[in-house]
């Protein structure tokens, strides 16, 4: 069984946004395993009750429950995790969030956390669990165990898959996507489906985690991409598609070679996505606004460039500043993140970035506050003054703190400005 601890109905703040998406790495190692012959289950929780899980598990009885875990679903999981250890299952986690937090885990009943990418990981790992349980696997790359004398094994990490060309596309038809396109329909009135056409990103940023995909960066061919968007549109007709990618834009030659794969089979699906403002030209918003491009997010993050260098972010927020605005004149609405409270900021920097977005008046913005995310370099540079507002089991790297910063209360006070 291959599941994800996202349940929509139990998050209030998910059920007042609703733009739910499916698990798409659960999906692609559901479409690799089972085209190697393995027998697979996927149990998308996204709109089910906790109920239909423990139904669900208590029926069926997987001798192997493979759980992916982020930052949101820590508390889920663990509940998961009891769940399947006392109905006989070997529990093995994968996600960003285990692969910090692999001792945590196992001291609630995971068996095995698989750093990075799956596929290959539960390939070589589920014959042997299947024969000899979760133990001795110290020749299985990427992964981390713990023995039956208590010591825990961290392999030696697996390399990235290469070719992914190589994957199956998403093995979409294991969940019910029609139900996430008439979702969106009836909150946004557009359905969408969401794909990626890379994997990993070179970039430096010191508090973004690599913990999956690693800093490297892999892409699919344009037409293995085209091919996939051909395949989703004649099977679910969606109004518009998400490209979930880091930064769609980063590869300049595949960017332009994929819009003239499009054009060519004549595929125009509006859509939205994310880039940098390093990663744009006037020719690329051209031609973003060709293929159909609704909204770009532009992760600035910060209006200070005081702050961005601080969190090298390698972008500049005057050329940020000038690319919303040449969105704009195309026709593309711009989204922009801000991330407030990072290490060092003053308000100086805060009215700073006010004045940003004023000027730069996106068309929506998203802000939240900085919290320290373990395994990246801004984790270890307040490592000595982190402080968790809630018990482990209970909360997430969100509920981390950093003693000495500005107050919650202050952060999220009205300005006067």
């Excluded at 239909?52 to 998961?80: E, S």
């Amino acid at each position: 069984m291959l599941t994800h601890g996202y349940f929509l109905a139990e998050d209030p703040h998910e059920r007042a946004v609703m733009k739910p998406y499916p698990p798409l790495g659960v999906l692609y190692i559901s479409a690799y395993l089972k085209a190697r012959e393995f027998d697979v289950a996927v149990f998308d929780t996204t709109f089910r009750r906790w109920e239909d899980f423990v139904t669900y598990v208590r029926q069926t009885r997987p001798p192997v429950a493979g759980i992916y875990c982020n930052l949101l679903t820590r508390p889920t999981v663990l509940r998961m995790v009891r769940l399947c250890k006392e109905l006989g299952a070997t529990v093995v986690l994968g996600g960003p969030e285990p692969a910090n937090y692999a001792e945590e885990y196992f001291q609630r009943g995971a068996d095995v956390v698989a750093i990075g990418e799956g596929e290959h990981t539960m390939e070589e790992l589920l014959p042997h669990l299947l024969q000899k349980g979760p133990t001795a696997m110290q020749a299985i790359r990427g992964i981390v165990y713990r023995e039956d004398d208590g010591r825990i094994v961290r392999t030696p990490a697996r390399p990235f898959i290469p070719d992914l060309d190589a994957l199956p596309f998403p093995d979409r038809a294991a969940i019910d996507i029609p139900t996430y396109i008439r979702v969106w329909r009836e909150h946004h009135g557009m359905g969408s489906v969401s794909l990626i056409t890379a994997r990993g990103s070179p970039y430096t940023c010191t508090w973004c985690s690599h913990a999956v995909f690693g800093s490297s960066h892999r892409r699919r061919s344009s037409q293995n991409v085209a091919d996939e968007l051909e395949t989703i549109v004649q099977t679910y007709h969606p109004d518009v598609v998400w490209y979930a990618d880091d930064v769609f834009t980063i590869h300049y030659g595949w960017f332009f070679q994929y819009a003239a794969e499009l054009k060519r089979r004549g595929l125009r699906v509006p859509f939205e996505t994310i880039s940098r403002e390093d990663r744009l030209n006037e020719a690329v918003v051209r031609t973003l606004a060709e293929m159909g491009c609704l909204r770009l997010w532009v992760g600035i993050e910060n209006g200070s460039q005081r702050v961005l260098d601080a969190m090298d972010r390698r972008v500049n927020a005057e050329r940020a500043r000038w690319f919303i605005r040449l969105l704009r004149r195309y026709g593309i609405e711009t989204g922009v993140f801000i991330m407030l409270g990072y290490e060092g900021e003053d308000v100086a920097d805060i009215q700073t970035t006010l004045k940003f977005l004023k000027e730069a008046d996106p068309d929506v913005f998203l802000t939240t506050g900085a919290y320290p995310i373990k395994g990246t370099p801004y984790y270890d540079l307040v490592a000595d003054r982190i402080v968790a507002r809630k018990p482990w089991d209970e909360g997430s790297d969100r509920d981390l703190t950093i003693a000495g910063r500005h107050s919650r209360r202050f952060m999220s006070s009205p300005s006067d400005g």
